[in-house]
């Protein structure tokens, strides 16, 4: 039995996909989806009247927009492997969730748009997983399009981001004289055959050794040449493949593809599940825990409120991080010191959901939320009392100013806003002196205002207007002591509390920041709240 477990727990992979809208996060997955036959052909996400919408979108607005605002979960066999995929808020003004859902993934994959190189998103992104030290993975989508030089994205993905590079396979050329890639260790080329876009799994490729006559007839003299000094260029100057780097994520595997053309993707898939790693100890009050160990623990990360709205109920994502999870059994929530049945334990996928009798360590489930559960909160099995390391709000950088249409729906307004803060969905701020009357909202990608607002409309009733707030930085008082009425040099900046009453400032820019530390002596402010 105990075996069973282990080896369940070992063959699993669960990892986040990171990218720049656009750049073809959701081509990805959908193909990697296709390989484990989880889907038979491909959505298409982008707002086409006819086209079917990608797996992961299932909130009204996300249908409108045809954008993906929200996370599921896509889980695959593959090989032996389990393999998780965590989906994460695709649109440019993504929220929190993005960032939360990389605390619970092993590894990341960064997208990388050939053409547009790293992209704003992709930093940010990026820092999350720099902070959590966990392998990071680069895909260089789209070579079959116009693409910037390879040595040049390369250079920027270790100037910009600050990681090492260790390219698996080396493109031969771009966009419409793209021949194919350079597989580094196999030396052998794959020659590139665009499949269309939806049903089959795999471009037909064609491997040549280098040395084969046939090859420089393929790709001809000019591009036989270039790739031949590249490689000498690559095996002299780059990185050597190393584990140990790459489990410490200071050196990222770069793989070359087109995720439309499904080109390089299996190959991706595949250099991928050897190269990553099945889950690890996790920390807590009680030091790291094991994932292989007996007893079942694991954290909530996510919190969703009316998935479905005919049940108006709350679902909260939680990762196990060790042992087996199985329905029927106790299980105790350290925060609340209370012991629970998990009611209809779920697998979330997009729409579906499915009620599951067990999951592992690596996995995600959705659990029914009596209204109990916080981010952050730690499950485990009865007679364990450990609490695994919180989740840190991350600093929103849009504001406003959340006023309701109808004075009489107070209460409802009310209700609304608290929950979906309670969700983390948006942080809510009052002014310092006015106390409740004036509601600021807090988001850290703006299309969270949009989600606020069909929210409100949709599930609480409540017709409500935003005004903008020109600040984007936000600086919590370290010294809790001081009254901010007594500030000096404050005129641009909005003195708020957090629901908590902790003083805090927002600011336009960092200018203001500094100006308001210069003129007041002993004054501390943080980025960060830790819960
Ligand atoms: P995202 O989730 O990262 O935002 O990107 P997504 O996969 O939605 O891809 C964005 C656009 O880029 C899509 O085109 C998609 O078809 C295209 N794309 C993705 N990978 C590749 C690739 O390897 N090569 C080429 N040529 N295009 C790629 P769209 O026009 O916005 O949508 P659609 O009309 O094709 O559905």
């Not at 895909?139 to 390369?154: C, H, T």
């Not at 948006?426 to 703006?446: A, M, N, P, R, W």
């Amino acid at each position: 039995m105990a075996e069973d477990y282990q080896r369940e727990i070992e063959r699993r992979r669960t990892f986040a996909i990171i990218s720049h809208p656009d750049a073809g996060k959701t081509t990805l997955t959908e193909k990697l989806l296709l390989y484990g036959g989880a889907i038979n052909t491909a959505g298409s996400v982008k707002g086409k009247a006819n086209a079917k919408y990608a797996v992961s979108d299932w909130m009204g607005i996300e249908k409108e927009r045809g954008i993906s605002v929200t996370s599921s979960v896509l889980q695959f066999d593959y090989d032996g492997y389990c393999i998780n995929i965590l989906d994460t808020p695709g649109h440019q003004d993504f929220s929190e969730d993005t960032y939360r859902t990389l605390m619970a993934a092993d590894s990341a994959v960064m997208v990388i748009d050939a053409s547009k190189g790293v992209e704003a998103q992709t930093i940010k992104l990026f820092k999350v997983c720099v902070m959590r030290h966990i392998p990071i993975f680069t895909f260089i989508n789209k070579m079959d399009l116009e693409a910037k030089d390879s040595f040049e994205l390369l250079d920027e993905i270790e100037t910009v981001l600050g990681i090492r590079t260790c390219p698996i396979n080396w493109p031969i050329g771009a966009g419409k004289r793209f021949k194919g890639v350079y597989n580094r260790d196999k030396k052998q080329v794959s020659m590139f055959q665009a499949v269309s876009v939806g049903g089959s799994k795999s471009a037909a490729e064609t491997d040549y050794e280098l040395s084969d006559p046939r090859l420089k007839e393929e790709i001809g003299e000019e591009l036989y040449l270039q790739l031949t000094e590249e490689i000498e260029l690559l095996d002299g100057a780059s990185d050597a493949f190393d584990q140990e780097l790459v489990n410490r994520g200071e050196l990222s595997p770069v793989f070359f593809g087109s995720a439309l053309t499904t080109f390089g993707v299996q190959t991706f898939l595949e250099n991928f599940l050897n190269m990553t790693l099945p889950p690890l100890p996790r920390n807590s009050s009680e030091g790291p825990i094991q994932p292989v160990s007996a007893s079942f623990s694991g954290f909530i990360f996510k919190i969703q409120a009316n998935m479905n709205k005919a049940h108006h109920d709350r679902i909260a994502f939680m990762r196990i991080c060790s042992g087996k999870f199985e329905a029927d059994k106790e299980v105790y929530h350290v925060q609340s010191g209370r012991k629970m049945r998990l009611s209809q334990p779920q697998q979330i996928m997009a729409q579906d959901r499915k009620v599951i009798d067990e999951a592992y360590a690596g996995d995600v489930i959705g659990i029914f939320d009596p209204g109990l559960f916080s981010i952050g909160d730690t499950l485990c099995a009865i007679g364990q009392k450990f609490t695994y390391e919180g989740i840190p709000t991350f600093a929103p950088e849009h504001f406003c100013r959340l006023v309701s249409l109808d004075s009489m729906k107070r209460k409802q307004f009310i209700k609304g806003v608290t929950q979906l803060a309670q969700e983390g969905a948006i942080q809510i701020f009052k002014d310092y002196t006015l106390d409740l009357s004036e509601i600021i909202v807090g988001v850290v990608g703006v299309l969270q205002f949009d989600v606020l607002k069909y929210r409100l409309e949709s599930e609480y009733n409540c017709e409500v207007r935003l005004e903008p707030l020109p600040y984007n930085y936000i600086r919590w008082v370290k010294n809790p002591a001081v009254d901010l009425n007594r500030l000096k040099r404050v005129n641009d900046c909005k003195k708020v509390k957090d629901m908590k009453d902790n003083p805090l400032l927002l600011f336009a820019n960092e200018w203001s920041i500094r100006l308001v530390l210069e003129n007041n002596e002993g004054l501390e402010l943080e980025e960060f709240k830790k819960n």
